[in-house]
């Protein structure tokens, strides 16, 4: 509009309405520019329009963008593009002869770059923008099909752990609890009763384990492992089963004492799954590398924190002379399984022995990777 109003007074030309006052003229070419507001809505209703006013009032730039807006907008539709291109050159031409003035080839040459230009660059600007728009989506479907793939690798590999478990971990342990519950019928567990006693926590301890192999294998293969309406065949692990885990290991020759303040059975059952799974794994270190050592197990319950530490002293017994395998990832997994609930999980040397601690937020901040009820082993 600016553009339009300040070239009246400066071009020698106004197309049919030379002559005319000036201020007439300024209207018209202000209002040409007006009408680019709808050029988006309507671009070939606007460009008739500014053709109709570019005829009247010589307005150039008004033209050049009514052009180039219907080259983007009918970038697919060569013959929309042709046609006006042809009307631009028609109109272009009328005003030149309505000048009375003799005509510039190369005034004629620019007329017709100025006309046929900005529809041949608006035409490129919608065919790039197809071609991004349709680059994109490539990309994006790729990406869906590499997202596809990778979950169907992984479950082809959870699947494929899970066999082996079953074939070789199940099959060992299983054989475990059968010649246990073949020992405590036998004739020396009559005769011995600790020899019974002995026999009858290790069937329990192999058939409970057997329990929690079916969870995993449940958990690498969805579908597998549960019930008919999905629920787990053992109830979750929680804080009410510390003082079972201690009375375990006390049963098996450990000197274990629990400490609890406050009421850890009221946290969330992922935080409950946490605590009994540092003192499972806490236990079950003292005993393979401080054999008779005294361990101490203390829950602490805050109202914004929950505390527990584990600290077991020196060994007081010798160490066997073969120890039970070890992955070395029982630590490096609790500390994973605390932070994915906010907390922190140190562990090293203390004193004459080693101490485990872990502090935990609460309520749990717990990320996108959280182990949730249903997934956590």
């Avoid at 005769?191 to 002995?198: F, I, L, N, S």
């Avoid at 958990?219 to 079972?244: E, H, K, N, S």
């Avoid at 829950?299 to 584990?310: E, S």
């Avoid at 022995?353 to 935990?360: L, M, N, T």
Wanted: overall charge positive; aromatic content about 4%.
């Amino acid at each position: 509009m600016v553009i339009g109003v300040v070239d009246t007074w400066i071009k020698p030309s106004n197309g049919l309405l030379t002559g005319a006052p000036t201020p007439v003229v300024a209207a018209v070419s202000g209002a040409v520019g007006a009408v680019l507001w709808w050029r988006r809505h309507r671009p070939r209703t606007v460009c008739v329009v500014v053709m109709v006013g570019y005829l009247a009032a010589f307005t150039p730039v008004a033209l050049a963008v009514a052009l180039y807006t219907v080259g983007d907008a009918a970038h697919r539709a060569a013959r929309v593009l042709a046609l006006y291109g042809l009307a631009g050159c028609a109109v272009a031409l009328g005003s030149l002869a309505a000048d009375h003035s003799p005509t510039d080839p190369r005034e004629a040459g620019y007329v017709l770059a100025l006309i046929l230009g900005p529809l041949v660059v608006g035409a490129a600007v919608g065919m790039r923008r197809d071609l991004v728009a349709a680059a994109r989506a490539e990309v994006a479907g790729l990406e869906r099909e590499r997202h596809l793939l990778v979950e169907r690798a992984q479950a082809e590999e959870r699947a494929r752990i899970a066999r082996e478990m079953h074939d070789v971990v199940a099959h060992r342990v299983g054989n475990i609890v059968l010649t246990a519950s073949a020992l405590q019928v036998g004739p020396l567990a009559h005769a011995e009763p600790a020899v019974g006693d002995a026999a009858e926590r290790i069937r329990a301890e192999g058939h409970h384990a057997l329990e929690e192999l079916r969870e995993i294998l449940g958990v690498l293969t969805p579908g597998r492992g549960r019930g008919a309406r999905g629920a787990p065949r053992a109830p979750q692990p929680d804080a009410l089963q510390l003082a079972q885990l201690v009375e375990g290991a006390n049963a098996r020759g450990q000197h274990a004492r629990l400490t609890v303040n406050g009421h850890p059975e009221a946290l969330p059952a992922q935080v409950q799954r946490a605590l009994y799974r540092i003192a499972q794994e806490t236990l079950t270190n003292a005993a393979k590398y401080a054999p008779g050592s005294e361990v101490a197990l203390t829950v602490d319950c805050r109202l914004d924190r929950i505390h527990m530490a584990v600290t077991n002293g020196p060994a007081t017994r010798p160490l066997p002379a073969e120890l039970p395998p070890s992955g070395g990832n029982g630590l490096i997994g609790l500390t994973e399984r605390v932070t994915l609930l906010g907390g922190t999980l140190t562990y090293g040397p203390y004193q004459d022995g080693f101490q485990v601690r872990a502090d935990i937020p609460h309520p749990p901040r717990t990320g996108p990777g959280h182990l949730g009820p249903a997934t956590a082993p």
